[in-house]
């Protein structure tokens, strides 16, 4: 029986960064993806690369990856549509204007320029926005990436690098040094990587993640429309709530000339079927900062299911109790933001070495139950 250094289950953007880490690192790796690159949790995100400071812990690890996909964005692919539009963080009122304040100072604090813009100067930068809106934060550094190419660019570098992607086989259970498939295949790997996303609990129940449904709406091309990353100041206490479905007004430019609008947020829902009643709230939140959106016309709708975890962290590293089995997984709406930063952690803990940020806040001990 073949025997490799890794085995990573999930093809989708976090599974591909960890496989190209590991492989730039020499080790024998082999990615195991039951439909195919992509196809689950990735292809729901909107491909936003964004410092985000909800929690100490949190702008760590995206400011960390930040920094690793400004340095990759050279090499990327014109397919990877990579592109640094940069981040308007908008207010309606003066109290979000205070939050935008104190969202500066504290990117001003760890090197991250941000630039305050009043109602004039938030307008010339996006004519189409409501004239009644307060201003907003401008964070020129932020970029956007078609995840599902850049996802496929990560899996065909570690690919050059001696991995292999082996897809159409579900796995079913991880044992020590073990993953066994729905066929009854055995893939023997000294460590094992579950980065299955939103169905990483289902193989390793400890891991307390619990799948969230998000909408997602794309337009026919409109060049220029907008030209920024565009999101309300409410966004993360939207993101981070709990008890109800939640929409925020979260859009996008891509360099197709097309408008990628978000989000919405909904606990407990099991199937893919799109919830007009979702979807129209969506519309309505974005129809509030956005009037002229109305003209737009649709092109396509669909769902998604992200990770979440209870403190609205990934689990990153070794998972106690199980000998060199390791989780990528729980990122919830920062999957791809984070997607290098923990991949380098994860190659960190696995080949001995010091992380470049403290890998602690992140561990699957904080708060899984082991068996």
Not at 49 to 78: C, G, H
Not at 175 to 203: D, P, Q
Not at 324 to 335: C, N, Q
Request: aromatic fraction near 6%; charged fraction near 25%.
């Amino acid at each position: 029986m073949q025997i490799f250094d890794a085995a990573i289950i999930g093809a989708g953007i976090v599974g591909a960064a960890c496989a190209a880490a590991l492989s730039r690192e020499k080790l024998k790796v082999v990615v195991i993806d039951a439909y195919g690159p992509a196809t689950g949790t990735t292809a729901a995100g909107m491909g936003h690369i964004v410092a985000m400071d909800d929690s100490e812990a949190q702008f760590a690890l995206t400011n960390y990856s930040r920094k690793l996909w400004n340095a990759l964005a050279e090499e990327l692919p014109l397919e990877c549509e990579y592109e640094r539009c940069g981040t308007i963080w908008v207010a309606t009122n003066e109290a979000e204007m205070d939050e935008a304040r104190k969202k500066q100072d504290h990117y001003a604090a760890h090197g991250i320029e941000a630039e305050m813009l009043n109602t004039k100067a938030l307008l010339e930068a996006e004519p189409n926005l409501a004239e009644s809106l307060a201003g907003g934060l401008l964070v020129r550094g932020d970029s956007v990436v078609y995840q599902i190419g850049a996802a496929q660019y990560l899996l065909d570098k570690a690919v050059n690098l001696g991995a292999e992607v082996r897809i159409g086989g579900r796995a079913k259970k991880i044992t020590k040094g073990r993953v066994e498939l729905m066929g009854g295949e055995i893939i023997a790997a000294e460590h094992i990587i579950n980065a299955a996303g939103a169905a990483a609990s289902e193989l390793s129940p400890q891991l307390k993640i619990v799948k969230r449904k998000g909408h997602l709406v794309i337009t026919d091309r409109y060049n220029g429309f907008i030209r920024h990353q565009l999101i309300e100041l409410g966004y993360l206490r939207s993101a981070h709530g709990r008890d109800a479905d939640s929409v925020a007004f979260n859009v996008q430019p891509r360099k197709t000339g097309q408008i990628l609008l978000g989000s919405s947020r909904q606990f407990g829902a099991e199937t893919n079927e799109i919830d007009t009643a979702i979807v129209r709230r969506m519309t309505a939140r974005a129809f509030e900062y956005m009037p002229r959106m109305k003209r737009l016309s649709v092109i396509r709708t669909w769902t998604g299911f992200r990770p979440a975890t209870p403190d609205n962290l990934p689990y990153i590293g070794k998972i106690p109790g199980f000998e060199k089995v390791y989780a990528a997984a729980g990122h919830e709406g920062l999957g791809i933001t984070t997607s290098l930063g923990t991949a380098e952690l994860l190659a960190a803990e696995i080949l001995g070495r010091r992380p470049a940020i403290s890998p602690e806040p992140y561990s699957p001990s904080r708060n899984i139950t082991q068996h």
